[in-house]
């Protein structure tokens, strides 16, 4: 048995980025590196040894856009994380687990009538579970909902901390679509840390038609390698022009252009007006990603389309079994669009991806602390 240390390292966000709206000034976030003793375990808890943990856009929203955390900083950010449980209930010693992203109280209506998912007294790593997050070497986490990995296929464990979010959010999203097979889907940003996730899930499900939206032509290139039946780029095009593309791709090849379901995973203002604008009659738009910019849409074609605009968050834990077995069994393939790095990059690697917008893999850290 891994002897159970004192403390727990963390790299903690100390302050988020703070913008003055009357001066116009940002004070720059700030990450830290600190030591927190490790707790006396309840009964429902164990202490885990971080392998990995994947760097999410939410993670950024927190630090660079003054997104309210539910623990108030400092804190260890990071809620995409898989590692071995080290101490807690016996059952459970020596197991390679997935944490998952959100972990609902199972006790409240929403838990209750089967959306969890978004209970409200639901515990997320790096947000609402104290000072305790991903960014660190160890963690304190409730048991019940973890999600056991047996038998890894080849797979380093933090090579599977992707399958805490940016896998498992795209099923999810599937569920709350009602993906049937048959059906036909587009999904804006297709080629960023979920999109890609989200696109191999559709196919795996048994979408007929994928089509895949982005900015980068080389990024679409390869997205049709991984669940993407066709790809439109946006580059130097209005939206208007794009839904033209679209509505000529479906005359080409048969397809009514009524009933397709929409995922918008970028969370921009620019995604999502697209994603409006393609939002036609029986369609489902289902919004994915998050973003702090504000939309103008005429809801009454809702009504004239018979259309609907969903929203989704996390997912289920009991759904964790099920992708996890698609990424072992290479239905969803996470090889091409994993990046590990080391955990002591993490203010590097956060300014690259908030730089970057959307980046074709999602960097994972894993602890190096001395």
Known sequence: MAEIPKVIKQWQMVQPTVFNRETKEKTPGKLALAEIPVPELREDEVLVKIAGCGVCHTDLGYFFDGVPTVSKPPLALGHEIAGTVIAGDPAWIGKEVIIPAVMPCRKCILCKTGRGNRCLAQKMPGNSIGVFGGFADYIVVPSVDLCLVQDRKGYALEQLAVVADAATTPYQAAKRADLQPGDNVIILGATGGVGVYMAQTAKALGAKT????????????????????????????DNKTVVGEWRTYCKANGLANTGWKIFEVTGSKAGQELALDLLSFVGKL???????????????????????VIGTWGCLPEYY??????????????????????????????????????PAKRVVLTPDFK
Do not use: Q
Not at 215 to 234: F, H, M, Q
Not at 333 to 345: A, E
């Open 286 to 308: 289902i919004l994915v990603g998050f973003g702090m910019a504000k939309s103008e849409y005429m809801f009454s074609k809702l009504m004239a389309f018979d259309a609907e």
């Open 321 to 358: 079994p099920i992708v996890l077995d698609m990424v072992l069994s290479k239905k969803i393939l996470i090889d091409p669009f994993v990046d590990v790095r080391p955990m002591s990059t993490i203010a590097a690697t956060f300014e690259e991806i908030h730089k970057a917008g959307s």
């Open 210 to 237: 994928v089509i895949g939206i982005a900015r980068n032509p080389e990024k679409l290139k390869r997205a049709l390698e991984y669940g993407c039946d066709a790809v439109i780029s946006t580059v130097d095009k």
